[in-house]
């Protein structure tokens, strides 16, 4: 059983625009909630993270919005740039064990 | 501060064989997981080490085994390695584990079982 489900799998956005990635828990337990984002080649970096008692959470163009009635959360990138191209992953946890969704490809259009 | 560590970065092994990963995780942290990592199943966690102790442990058959030493740093290891364990496999570490303890990885280990 997937403890994470994110969404879209693959998203295509043009240079400016705002990317957004969408991820859906059922644990209520999760205290935690971190993107990370990977590059080819690399490991995946932490990107921004959430606690449940937060809404939204901003650092420079990255946003979280945190729904915990509904058990969802998602990350805004604004002003999306090529750089930003990647595979970003939602992931939840509960003490010391982590849950990973199964990760978006973004293209970033120039 | 150096960041995690794993070598070797690529193994190419063939089937039946054992494959041993190591990974040095940042200095002072304590915690060790390590996670597999597919195109079709994404990250999977395979189990997760505290002072020498394994505190978790993922769905993955007992041929995947790790253990940690004194200084923090850990090992994996594969026994009669399977076709479908070629997959990128990554370690973390992080301060203490939980939820205060954010997970920083290294750049992975490629395995390709042949």
């Known amino acids: 059983q997937q403890q994470v489900k994110q969404s879209p799998q693959s998203l295509i956005v043009q240079k400016g625009g705002i990317s957004i990635i969408n991820c859906a828990y059922e644990?209520?337990?999760?205290?935690?909630f971190p993107w990370y984002q990977q590059f080819p080649g690399k490991g995946p970096a932490l990107l921004i993270a959430i606690r449940p008692d937060v809404s939204e959470k901003k650092e420079g163009r990255f946003t979280i919005s945190f729904n915990k009635s509904a058990k969802q959360f998602s990350l805004h990138i604004m002003d999306s740039q090529p750089g930003d191209s990647a595979t970003y992953f939602c992931?939840?946890?509960?003490?010391?064990?982590?849950?990973f969704g199964s990760g978006t490809k973004l293209n970033v259009k120039p | 501060k150096a960041g995690v560590t794993q070598t070797p970065r690529y193994l190419i092994k063939t089937r039946g064989q054992q494959v041993t990963l190591s990974c040095s995780p940042i200095?002072?942290?304590?915690?060790v997981s390590w996670y597999q990592q597919t195109p079709g199943q994404g990250l999977q966690f395979l189990f997760e080490y505290f002072s020498e102790t394994q505190r978790n442990k993922g769905n993955f058959p007992g041929r995947f085994s790790g253990r940690q030493f004194s200084n923090s740093r850990s090992e994996m290891n594969v026994s009669t390695l399977e076709l479908g364990d070629s997959a990128l496999y990554l370690c973390?570490?992080?301060?203490?584990?939980?939820?205060?303890?954010?997970?920083?990885f290294g750049n992975g280990t490629r395995l390709t079982v042949t």
């Open positions: 992931a939840a946890s509960n003490f010391n064990k982590f849950y």
């Open positions: 973390a570490s992080s301060l203490a584990g939980g939820s205060n303890s954010p997970l920083h």
């Open positions: 644990n209520t337990a999760f205290d935690y």
């Open positions: 200095s002072g942290h304590r915690s």
